[in-house]
């Protein structure tokens, strides 16, 4: 069905990869929209923003980390009808970065297995980003 006004809300997400090949999740607060779903860490990108540099802002204010924005490689992207919005999310893979990443806003973290990662949780609009990390990482 065609919709004649849907809010368009742009987001950029990164899938951090350590050394092991591990990726990171963040648990989203209580009291936020889907509260204690993992999801990869990131925000809305701002008015006047480039998605890279919206991504780094993001990471660095959630994570405390100085993240490489020459190195963000594209991966896939998330287009996904929720009730009030569309979300419309790019997936960067993120393998460099200066600092220790540290939950700043209180959020658990956990690093895991591309593979593993049906296992957790996750956004509805998360789905389709699963196998791309799967065939990259293992
Ligand atoms: N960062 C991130 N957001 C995601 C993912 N999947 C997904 O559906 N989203 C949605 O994209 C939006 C992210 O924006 P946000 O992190 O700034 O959202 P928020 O609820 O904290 O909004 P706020 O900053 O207005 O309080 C949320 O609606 C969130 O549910 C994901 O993997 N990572």
């Not at 999801?39 to 990131?42: K, S, Y």
């Given at each position: 069905m065609t919709q004649s006004s849907t809010r368009l809300v742009l987001v950029v997400a990164a899938a951090l990869v350590d050394p092991d090949g591990r990726v990171l999740l963040a648990q989203r607060p209580a009291g936020k929209q889907l509260a204690g779903l993992w999801?990869?860490?990131?925000g809305k990108i701002e008015p006047g923003e480039r998605p890279?540099?919206?991504?780094?802002r993001e990471l660095a204010e959630e994570l405390g980390i100085d993240a490489c924005v020459s190195c963000m490689q594209p991966l896939a992207f998330?287009?996904?009808?929720?009730e009030d919005f569309h979300l419309l999310m790019p997936l960067f893979v993120c393998r460099r970065w200066d600092g220790m990443v540290v939950a700043k806003e209180g959020q658990a973290l956990k690093w895991a297995r591309a593979r593993d990662l049906r296992n957790f949780p996750m956004p509805p609009a998360d789905a389709p980003l699963i196998d791309p990390l799967v065939a990259l990482l293992g």
């Open positions: 999801e990869f860490p990131g890279e540099q919206a991504l780094a998330a287009s996904h009808a929720y």
